[in-house]
């Protein structure tokens, strides 16, 4: 490697002790993660398309490393809901590295799965203070009654005002 004269004449006063990873909050512990296997959480991650024309958010609950349940929801093209089927059937059973390198197709639902992997691996989960996290199946406690969605569709003209679609 070559080094410049500046970096060359430069001398380490002291080195640090080296302490490991910082512990992170997880299901009502703090636990220093250092392998996948470690993490453990249920959290949210929201991506867009690369043009923004649509946007997935991603649900998983995630126990030793492994992805236990994930919930898709997703608006915009039919594109999007084919590769939204797709991984909630892929999700479920890899680990949260394995989900991160698979092609989930859609633009959106990768990046979700990337902010996924960030919030759970900095601790920022949803159950990062909730003593043994949440069951498997709380999931679709994100859904309503008749296990649908929650999209609300707004409209308004300047000409006509507010519309309500039935």
């Known amino acids: 490697m070559n080094l410049t004269k500046e970096l060359e004449g430069m001398v380490c006063i002291e080195r640090c002790k080296q302490h490991g990873a910082s512990p992170i909050p997880q299901e009502g512990t703090f636990s220093a993660s250092a392998q996948i296997t470690d993490i453990s959480g249920f959290s949210h991650g929201v991506g867009t398309c690369a043009m923004k024309q649509g946007a997935c958010k991603l649900t998983v609950n995630v126990k030793d490393g492994i992805i236990c349940e994930a919930l898709i929801e997703v608006i915009g093209c039919s594109g999007m809901t084919q590769s939204a089927a797709m991984a909630a059937e892929i999700l479920p059973g890899k680990t949260l ?70």
């Open 97 to 166: 590295l394995e989900a991160l390198n698979t092609d989930l197709v859609c633009d959106a639902i990768n990046v979700a799965m990337r902010e996924q992997f960030l919030n759970l691996a900095y601790g920022r989960s949803q159950t990062a203070f909730t003593e043994g996290g949440l069951a498997v199946g709380a999931g679709l406690e994100d859904l309503s009654n008749g296990r649908t969605s929650m999209v609300g569709t707004s409209y308004g003209t300047a000409v006509r005002g507010p519309v309500i679609f039935r």
